[in-house]
């Protein structure tokens, strides 16, 4: 539980140096690139001293290349995502990723969902509805259909990791994503990199080192704890981001936000419970696998 809570408060501060970085002029493009940049070596050298340099050997490189496509554009979205919103709301809104991913498992995977579940959607979508409040024009609606969008996105990695999760270990699932990301991000580069003073290179930095951290703590949580247990911790984002806002002048969320948010994670933990229960009985209905923040490997 306290990996799973050092993950995510290391991922709300990786999302929140994007917005700086993005006032510093930093483009989405230069943020993924330096993420993955300095987080790979970070990883490979989590791979190297665990479960082996070997390990990293996949015939599976195709539904890699497919987990890194989904999830490179799953980030770049989430980063947009905070950029657009206050970091609170955008984290809050990212909590969806569990509903996206129970409707995307029936419609996609044919998996039976009871309508135990799907009242945890409907619940999950009216936080939604209370907390941005269309007719209000508290937040711009480019900004929830982002943060909506990416939180789709990440339900589908979700999706992808349980096929390659019955082959490939957490480490080389991770390593992947980082290495076949370059390939797409190093062309990007050519066209939108461009020089930053040093204030901005170490907000660079800064993203990169906790981008790669977290993804080791979430590797870790799962590996000293069940999915049951570790999941709930997901949402203490929303204690870090509305901290974090507040420490760099975007005040405090909206009474709005905080019920709507309760309504959301309510929705989020039912599903996870519901999961727990029907994975001790597959023949009955499936297990999917969920996470409220976004998969980072």
Known sequence: MALRLMAVLCLSIMFVTGRIAANHGVNLIETAFYRQLIALPVVFATVALTTGVGSIRTRRIGVHATRMTIGLIGMILNFLSYILLPPAEAATIGFTMP?????????????????????????????????????????????????????????????????????????????????????????????????????????????????GTAQILLTAALRYGPVSVVLPMDYSAIIWTTLLGAFIGEGWPMATTWIGAVLIIASGLYIAWREHVRARYPLKEPPVVSSAVPPQG
Do not use: C, K, Y
């Open 99 to 211: 509903i996206f991913g129970t409707i995307l498992s029936a419609l996609i995977l044919r998996e039976a969902t009871g309508i135990h579940r799907w009242g945890a959607v409907l619940l999950g979508f009216a936080g939604v509805l209370v907390m941005v409040r269309p007719d209000a024009g508290h937040f711009p609606a480019e900004g929830v259909a982002v943060a909506l969008a990416a939180a789709v996105l990440t339900a589908m990695v979700s999706l992808v990791l349980r096929e390659l999760g019955r082959t490939e270990q957490a480490g080389t699932v991770v390593f992947w994503f980082t290495l076949l990301s370059m390939a797409p991000l190093g062309l990007a580069m050519l066209f939108f990199a461009q020089p930053h003073d040093a204030a901005t290179w170490g907000l660079l930095f800064v993203i990169g080192v906790v981008g």
